[in-house]
């Protein structure tokens, strides 16, 4: 049986991968009478004195909702809420194992963007941070935006922040690995949807180097029409030299290339053409370009976001560390400077001596990396006077 059947078979036999377990024993009458009435009344009168007291007196304090309204699902694209159940419940899954962090699937049948927003707002008193899920682009920059401004808890787009976090993660050690100078690089992104401008984003405040944003049409530059809104605010900060051209100009004398766009769009011979490149080809399942074949036109760090090769790219190193931190803390919103703390955790897991060029990012499984996380930025957040709840190291 290949995975694919696999999957389906052990699907159908799981029906779901979360499950709901009371942690309250509820087992003879008297049990019954605190769990539930007439005893639950107390917290409830507490809480409706002071709303924060939900944080200790329910889950509310390790509960995180996972949100998506079905648009862009894994590589599948616009397969809609219900398709994209399967996926939501597996993050939630993955939280739990990762961190222990308890998460919920909530898919939303709505296309509007204020809808869309209402609905999660409206919801949002039942959960200590909001997890947004496979939303496509340019709507998922709008609905994070809304969201930021009327909830009062931690909003997070996995798809871009995520992936921008554990990709800058990545280059910091694969910078080391080459001996290359930050500040100094020139950085080719391919793909300027939701991903892509994060990545951009966040290279840029971490300090790298020249930022090129490049799409279908080639090379992003400040002006161009038809620029969403996501790529329209990055144009500003990016290109600085004001380049026109296709993805393959750009790549000449690159330092890096940071692939979230398509398979088999990058040959050896621009490779050849890059500076002793760093290529992080992460198109899944088939990469911009093969490590093999990047390797043969030169590359000296290869990556992608397949577990079969070295220096597997993988957001599940970010997310559930990072809500673990901003949970124990109870954060208000997730910044930029925590999104760097975490990528910097992430990067000093492992020690520099151990750093090689096929060993630049921690595995999936490795234990250190969620604690790590959490707690960068969860002190990030006291730093910045965001939180509700003091530091107290995380364990």
């Not at 509960?63 to 590589?75: C, K, N, Q, R, W």
Request: glycine share 8%; charged share 20%; with cysteine.
């Amino acid at each position: 049986m290949d995975n694919k059947q696999l999957a389906i078979e052990k699907h159908k036999e799981w029906k779901g991968k979360i499950e709901v377990i009371s942690r309250a024993p509820i087992t003879n009458r008297e049990e019954l009478a605190i769990a539930y009435t007439p005893g639950v009344a107390e917290p409830c009168l507490l809480i409706a004195e002071n709303e924060e007291l939900a944080y200790d007196y329910t889950r509310k304090g390790n509960l995180v909702a996972v949100i998506t309204d079905g648009t862009a699902v894994l590589g599948l694209g616009d397969i809609g809420p219900s398709a994209g159940m399967p996926v939501m419940e597996g993050k939630c899954a993955l939280f739990k194992a990762f961190a222990d962090v308890d998460a919920f699937p909530l898919c939303v049948n709505s296309k509007d963007v204020d809808t869309i927003v209402n609905t999660i707002a409206l919801i949002s008193k039942s959960f200590g941070g909001i997890n947004l899920e496979d939303i496509a682009a340019p709507r998922c920059f709008e609905i994070e935006k809304k969201l930021k401004e009327v909830c009062d808890i931690p909003v997070f787009h996995d798809d871009q922040h995520g992936t921008a976090i554990v990709v800058g993660a990545a280059l910091l050690n694969a910078v080391k690995v080459t001996g290359k100078t930050m500040g100094e690089l020139r950085v080719v992104i391919n793909g300027a949807g939701a991903a892509g401008v994060a990545i951009g984003k966040q290279l840029i405040a971490m300090g790298f180097g020249n930022i090129i944003m490049c799409d279908v049409n080639g090379i992003i530059c400040e002006g161009d029409a038809n620029l969403n809104s996501g790529q329209e605010e990055i144009s500003h900060i990016s290109n600085q030299k004001k380049e026109h051209g296709k993805l393959a100009d750009a790549l000449k004398g690159a330092d890096i290339f940071v692939g979230v766009s398509r398979p088999k769009l990058v040959t050896k011979e621009m490779v050849e053409t890059m500076n002793q490149g760093i290529v992080f080809a992460m198109a899944n399942p088939v990469p911009e370009i093969m490590p093999d074949e990047a390797k043969a036109g030169g590359a000296v760090v290869v990556g992608t976001g397949r577990s079969d090769y070295p220096n597997q790219i993988n957001n599940v190193l970010v997310f559930p560390g990072l809500f673990k931190g901003v949970l124990a803390v109870r954060a208000r919103d997730i910044t930029e400077p925590m999104k760097i703390a975490a990528a910097h955790a992430i990067a000093n897991v492992i020690p520099e001596a151990e750093l090689t060029t096929e060993y630049v990012i921690p595995s999936s499984f490795d234990n250190r990396v969620a604690l790590a996380v959490a707690n960068a930025v969860a002190q990030e957040a006291v730093k910045e006077g965001i939180n509700r709840a003091p530091y107290v190291e995380i364990k």
